[in-house]
């Protein structure tokens, strides 16, 4: 009986390996990479930045924090500065890292959790896209969970990716077929349906969506276009002088030999700091831009795999850790983080 028991022991282990090969490689949709079956080359420990001037100094060290996780998406920090959330979506949770790097699971059941955003109450909200139909609603904590949105003139979402809300709880979210506001609903009570949705920007993929430190302006990532868009936003909650803020560095190359470049620009997660520069996720790594979209460099965090025309990149960021200094990227199933000089906005979770 022992030569079977070994043999068990070996195709246990065989199955273990090609999981952790099938999360590596895992990634869906235009929100979160290719997953065309290929093994992926290892993302970097460590690797050297480059200086921003206020932002980055030379030589910090990027670090690799966990990798491989089962899908990355929607990251957040945790209010009290321990950690960052994240959607792991490849298993439905919601789960967490602290500043140590250990993980566990924030919230069991999240099926279809996209991006995540705190309101001034301390819920945590999400756009999910479960089996059941698109919505926008409260997932944390427990006794709070409820339905806010789930549809927009009676027609359903498609394919909900990011949302931002602002401190006065009115949530700015997006889809492929625009960007939408719903008016901050405080009674939401017992998974009932309370909010009216506006679509304020009739945009194709649109992705990630960030208000300024005043929120009075409104940011939002165009993964088709040259440039990161910035709105102003109405008291009504309306959008006007949709405008071109700043100039991505990463485009769309057509006939690339690598797909995830010839697909778009990567444009996708987005966060500011306390001094008004905005962040953004892209082909090239993590991007910053002044206050004036003035485009201040690139961070080279979570990028790896470009020299292979396999291209892995970060998909969305959140300043993190008491003083709001660390910045975290999730994407292709890696997390990474690198210290800033700048810090991440107070007054809002992200």
Avoid: C
Avoid at 167 to 185: E, K, M, N, P, S
Avoid at 222 to 229: A, C, F, Q, S, V
Avoid at 251 to 274: F, K
């Amino acid at each position: 009986m022992r030569p079977r028991v070994g043999y068990l022991r070996i195709a246990a282990m065989l199955v273990m390996i090609a999981a952790v090969s099938i999360i590596a490689n895992a990634q869906g949709g235009r929100g979160g990479g290719r997953g065309r079956g290929e093994q992926a080359p290892p993302p970097p420990k460590d690797v050297a930045a480059p200086a921003i001037p206020g932002v980055l100094a030379a030589g910090t060290h990027i670090e690799l924090v966990a990798y491989p996780v089962a899908g990355t998406e929607g990251p957040i920090r945790l209010l009290d500065g321990s950690g960052v959330l994240w959607t792991e979506r490849n298993v439905s949770h919601i789960s967490k890292i602290d500043l140590n790097g250990n993980r566990s699971t924030f919230v069991e059941s999240a099926e279809g959790a996209n991006g995540l955003a705190w309101d001034s109450k301390g819920r945590l909200l999400s756009v999910l896209r479960p089996s059941s139909g698109e919505k926008v609603a409260v997932i944390y904590p427990p006794a709070s969970v409820a339905t806010l949105a789930d549809n927009v003139d009676g027609k359903p979402f498609n394919a909900l990716n990011d949302l931002i809300v602002s401190t006065r709880d009115d949530v700015y979210f997006t889809d492929t077929q625009g960007i939408y506001f719903l008016r901050a609903g405080g009674n939401v009570k017992g998974g009932d349906v309370k909010g009216t949705v506006k679509k304020v920007a009739d945009l194709k993929n649109m992705n990630g969506v960030v208000l300024s430190k005043d929120e009075k302006t409104l940011f939002a990532n165009h993964k088709d276009g040259e440039y990161l868009l910035a709105f102003d936003v109405q008291p009504d909650g309306t959008l006007k002088n949709q405008r071109n803020f700043g100039k991505y560095k990463s485009a769309t190359i057509p006939n690339h030999p690598d797909p995830r470049m010839t697909e778009d620009n990567g444009a996708d997660g987005m966060a500011i700091d306390d001094d008004g520069r905005v962040y953004t996720a892209t082909n090239v790594g993590v991007e910053v831009f002044s206050p004036k979209g003035e485009y201040l460099g690139a961070i080279p965090i979570g990028l790896w795999g470009g020299e292979q025309n396999r291209l892995q990149k970060p998909q969305n960021l959140t300043f993190a850790g008491p003083d709001r200094k660390w910045l975290y990227t999730v994407g292709s199933n890696a997390i990474y983080r690198v210290q800033l000089l700048a810090a991440g906005i107070k007054s809002r979770g992200k």
